[in-house]
């Protein structure tokens, strides 16, 4: 059975979406820009204190979802621009533990929602 999550602890959709779903004990989580949850304001203009936001989004929203990030099994980062990744593998790299890292995918993009920096989106079991 499915179940809709929404959680204020996270960026509100704008659009058609859910910011996740579970599926049995699956989470699949939209892609988290870096907006603040409260103001909808973009946070930072830095590749790294976007990446901050995007996980903390990404934690919030799995955490809200009744899991954590070590049970984060795939993500996928979309990335303005491939010259910021060590940067952002940096940052990514705090949000995870060593020996526990989700598989993940990387693409550069031409452009992101708001112009931001960086997208993330996540599959996490419960």
């Known amino acids: 059975m499915r179940k809709i999550i929404s959680t204020p602890k996270a960026p509100a959709a704008i659009g058609p979406y859910s910011q996740a779903n579970i599926y049995g004990n699956m989470i699949f989580a939209s892609g988290?820009?870096?907006?603040d949850p409260a103001t909808g304001e973009i946070v930072g203009t830095t590749i790294e204190e976007q990446t901050h936001q995007v996980l903390t989004n990404v934690k919030n929203l799995v955490e809200a979802s009744?899991?954590?990030?070590?049970?984060?099994?795939?993500t996928t980062v979309f990335i303005k621009n491939m010259d910021d990744f060590a940067k952002m593998n940096a940052i990514y790299a705090e949000y995870f533990k060593e020996g526990s890292y989700p598989s993940r995918s990387a693409v550069e993009v031409a452009r992101l929602p708001k112009d931001?920096?960086?997208?993330?989106?996540?599959?996490?079991?419960?």
């Open 116 to 126: 931001v920096l960086v997208e993330i989106e996540t599959i996490a079991y419960i």
């Open 66 to 74: 009744g899991s954590s990030m070590d049970k984060v099994l795939k």
């Open 32 to 35: 988290q820009i870096p907006l």
